[in-house]
């Protein structure tokens, strides 16, 4: 049993149990991973950007409108010279219940991406006159349609930028993201949930 939250401690609760940190290690891992390959060839890179008040602008149905809402990064020249683009991560269980009713794995790929855009595609492009792109990701190590073209498009301009071939770009930055997101599946999996130990706050970086 989950020391926690007491529910039947299997492999897929331990991906999705909120408790002990390990669904927002995941999380986080690839946002600052993201952003460090970014920061390559791109200008202007930020983690979690606080984005402009609407001030009575009208956003689609769904648009997330709090004013402190943030995005995950943010970084220019992605797409066109200055132009600005905003990301959100999301990585999700195949298994989990919200995903019981998508009966394949590409529709669960495109449902978490429309869900992302619902929320903040609006905003971005009258708000902040930019352009988001949801990142997707599950935790078998895939990745959604709409977060493959964004690394590619990393690939190009990083394979450009440093005289490398383009396919070796794009294989650096897939194990580089495959690899942050198999070490924190296995660590949500092995490691103890129970009450919380101040002393106790590990940094990824130190478990390599």
């Not at 039947?8 to 909120?18: E, F, G, R, S």
């Not at 978490?112 to 988001?132: A, D, I, L, P, T």
């Amino acid at each position: 049993m989950c020391l926690v939250c007491g529910e039947p401690n299997t492999i897929n609760h331990a991906l999705i149990c909120k408790k002990g940190g390990y669904v927002s290690l995941r999380h986080n891992s690839l946002r600052d991973r993201t952003a460090e390959i970014m920061r390559i060839t791109c200008k202007d890179v930020s983690i979690e950007p606080a984005l402009l008040p609407i001030n009575g602008a009208q956003l689609p149905p769904g648009s997330n409108k709090a004013d402190n809402a943030r995005l995950d990064v943010a970084a220019r020249s992605v797409w066109n010279p200055l132009e600005k683009a905003f990301f959100d991560i999301r990585v999700f269980h195949a298994p989990a219940a919200s995903n019981r009713n998508l009966k394949t794995i590409p529709a669960m790929y495109l449902h978490h991406e429309n869900s992302k855009k619902r929320e903040y595609n609006g905003r971005v492009m009258q708000v902040e006159k930019g352009v988001f792109s949801p990142l997707v990701f599950s935790t078998s190590g895939g990745m959604g349609k709409e977060a493959g073209k964004v690394y590619n498009r990393i690939a190009q301009k990083m394979a450009y930028a440093k005289g490398q071939k383009y396919h070796d770009a794009v294989s650096y930055i897939r194990k580089r993201l495959r690899f942050d997101l198999l070490k924190t599946t296995v660590i949500s999996i092995r490691w103890y949930r129970g009450k919380p130990t101040p002393a106790f706050d590990p940094e990824l970086d130190d478990l390599d």
